[in-house]
């Protein structure tokens, strides 16, 4: 059996997970709540954040997995893409643990671990994860894409945002309403109790499997102005259905481009990834087209959807059985390499 530590500081959480083989171990999150105030996440606040939280987290995922440093086979980080003093608070951390137990390091890709989250067994070895060729929808704060996975590391995206990614949609629509950031998750909450078809936004014309959102965010910024002029009250007293409308559109928007890539491909393994994944409304909606459809739908659970190391664990053990090893001298990058 193979034990990996991995790490992951990509953004505004730091995680540290211990998987052996496809068994997660361990997954330890560390949300940075300084963000929130800011509307956004600040770079320079995340590093040092990391900087504070890294060592617990790596601790206590070496406990919870009853794992010591001197058992891992290899240690992994995510090389790409993020912010980039972020991302070199992980890759050097992890470099140097490899550099002191004398094991290979690993690199990995944060929106390919993503798709791979899909991979991960909970607990047991047959719980039901999709086999190949499989179709991602991947829908994360910086991300939307729609990802071909042959094998675990034979990915292609075809299909991807032009502009804004499904969780800024999110987040921006909250701003907008006035709640911290991110706000996607209360969308989610409000959004529960509410009428998703009260209020109708608009849907982008694209015709290939690409996606636009930055239309809708012009079109909720403007309705919002104008109800709240006609009457200062409109959010508070509308709330709810505002959040399921604005939600609902989001989700159809993913959704229709997802089921014109599975006609177009053929491909009835279908999976959802990322931080929107962990979106209700979309898990919903996304089981009940895959009933309609034939598909067979793959979710990941809960903790494997927003950003976390247990993804990045699972794609390192890939890239071991593969010899996919970096030396010391692999440096982050910002960009999707
Ligand atoms: O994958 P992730 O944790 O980080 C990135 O790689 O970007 O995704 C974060 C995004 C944020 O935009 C956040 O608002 C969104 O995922 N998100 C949600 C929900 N949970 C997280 N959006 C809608 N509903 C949720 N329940
Ligand atoms: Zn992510």
Redesign the pocket.
Known sequence: MITILAIES??D?TAASVCKDKIILSNVISSQKIHEKYGGVVPELASRAHLQAIVPVVEQALKIAKVALEEIDAFAFTQSPGLIGALLVGAEFTKSLALAFNRPLIAVH?MQA?VLANLIQSGNTDSKIPSFPFLCLTV????TQIVLCESPLNQKVIGQTLDDAA??A??KSAKILGFPY????L??KYAKEGYPHKYQFPKPKIDDLNFSFSGLKTAFLYFIRDEKMKNENFVEENLSDICASIQSRIVSILLDKLKKAANETGIKELCIA???S???GLRAAFEKMGKEEGWNTYIPKFEY???NAAMIAITAYYKYLNSEFENLSVVPSARTA
């Open positions: 990509s953004c959480e944060h993503h994360s704060g910086g991300h969780g800024e999110f987040d991110p706000g996607g998750p969308i989610d990322g931080g929107v962990a979106n209700s959807c927003t950003d």
